[in-house]
């Protein structure tokens, strides 16, 4: 895995060390991107659906103020391999009910046996569950034993082959012994060898039928690259597979390629295993690998920044049709603080602003003690509007002198300064309705929209 990662991280560093980007900069960046995924044993196909979305996003997209555009396309880069890989939501590992049945499935050689174990001693460990381990593989010689040293060294009950070779049999054996225990996970090992994969494969089903499982687990290694979506496609043939399990992500360059070609058909990676020793089991998060992946200690930071600027956007645009459609409400109001607060300091947000927002005069004269004091007067506002109800935001003509006076109590403030942030909306209203009167057409904006009344915020 080392040098997949040392793959990404030089992509990476190439990327934030762009002082701009154009059309020819974009395309030899994307051709990198490309070059990195193949190395990693991604499907052509994905590979071209990653890139082709980072290259469109990237043209279309309007980049969230204050964001570098070499940021916005690491991003990008970012959300596409989290996408690729299942989501932004890690896996749900927690059963849901007692006692549960999961049956491993699985090649010879993908490290199934090792990763029953690793199963049974996260769920012992974290979730505090009683867990059994069967055995029903009688090909492969030392399976028994194999499976028997690990649930000892674990300390969970263990079922095995007793000696008549028969893996049916001792799967519902297994079973009886396991719920006698009051064993709460029951994880069913199978074969992983035959003599023809058709064998294998009708064994699996018959197993199936038997245990009924509530869930069956697919083992994949990771060096199997972009194969590891065959082996999953054969096996659905003929049991459901509800998740996956990959291993040996510590020793591979192609594991991206496992990953992203198991996720193609459909099934959810539930866990990695990171190592030989039991303890060495992840949950999958596709949004921490990629963030390892990509070698970002930062980028949790830089991607809720820029997905805080795109909520801020959606808010302003939701805020721009009620203004255009004249149906301003303290809500409305409420939403611009929302955004304006979310901005942090407004010193920082007027160094965002394009000065053609303001006239230069207004900007030259503005103190930082009237930033501070208009700051602390907006939250006065935002304490406010919070103390309201939905009713009251939706139609302020209800306010009377006792809503004012529950309001004021509630946010802290005093029925004056409620009265003055309803002068203030009553000013916002009335020059939204003459606009709207006089059909001009309103700016994009909100800060165009409303040029907002400096003396009346104390500047």
Not at 117 to 130: I, S, V
Not at 198 to 208: G, V
Not at 257 to 276: N, P, R
Request: contains cysteine; positive net charge.
């Amino acid at each position: 895995m080392k040098a997949l990662f040392e793959s990404f991280s030089k992509l990476v560093a190439k990327i934030r060390g762009l002082t701009y980007i154009d059309e020819e900069t974009l395309r030899e960046i994307l051709k990198e991107i490309q070059r990195t995924l193949l190395k990693a044993d991604v499907s052509v196909e994905i590979v071209y659906s990653i890139t082709k979305n980072i290259e469109k996003k990237f043209k279309e997209s309007k980049v969230p103020e204050g964001v570098h555009p070499k940021d916005y396309l690491l991003y990008l880069l970012y959300t596409e391999l989290v996408n690729a890989l299942g989501g932004d939501v890690p896996p749900q590992v927690d059963i849901p009910k007692r006692p549960y049945k999961l049956m491993l499935v699985g090649i010879e050689g993908c490290g199934k046996t090792t990763s029953a174990a690793k199963l049974a001693y996260f769920y012992t460990k974290n979730k505090k569950l009683k867990v059994g381990l069967i055995q029903t593989d009688v090909h492969r010689p030392g399976a028994r034993e194999q499976l028997k040293q690990l649930a000892e060294k674990i300390g969970v009950p263990f079922y095995g082959d007793p000696g008549h070779g028969d893996p049916y049999r001792i799967a519902q054996e297994g079973i009886e012994h396991m719920l006698k225990r009051g064993v709460d996970l029951i994880i069913i090992d199978t074969a992983g060898r035959h003599k023809s994969e058709t064998e294998l494969m009708e064994e699996i089903k018959r197993l199936y039928d038997i245990v009924k499982p509530d869930e069956v687990m697919l083992v994949i290694d990771a060096t199997s690259g972009k194969q590891a979506a065959a082996q999953a496609e054969a096996f659905m043939k003929y049991v459901p597979i509800h998740s996956i399990f990959v291993t040996k992500m510590d020793s591979t360059a192609r594991g991206g390629g496992a990953l992203m070609s198991v996720i193609k058909t459909g099934a959810k990676i539930k866990f990695i295993g990171t190592g030989e020793d039991v303890e060495e089991i992840e949950i999958f998060n596709p949004r921490r690998f990629v963030a390892r992946l990509l070698g970002l200690g930062d980028l949790e930071t830089l991607v809720e920044k820029i997905r805080a600027l795109e909520e801020e956007e959606k808010i302003v645009k939701e805020v721009e049709k009620e203004i255009e459609e004249g149906k301003i409400t303290l809500l409305t109001l409420k939403k611009q603080l929302e955004t304006i607060m979310k901005l942090g300091p407004l010193s920082k947000l007027f160094e965002l602003l394009p000065t053609s927002m303001f006239p230069a005069p207004v900007l030259k004269n503005i103190s930082d003690e009237q930033l501070q004091l208009t700051q602390q007067k907006l939250k006065r506002w935002y304490a406010i509007l919070q103390s309201m109800t939905m009713e009251e935001l939706l139609n302020p003509d209800i306010l009377d002198a006792s809503r004012i006076r529950r309001i004021a109590r509630g946010s802290g403030t005093s029925p004056k300064e409620v009265r003055e942030l309803l002068q203030y909306y009553q000013l916002i209203k009335r020059l939204v309705s003459d606009m709207k009167k006089s059909r001009k057409r309103l700016p994009k904006s909100l800060l165009k929209q409303i040029d907002i009344n400096l003396g009346e915020l104390g500047m």
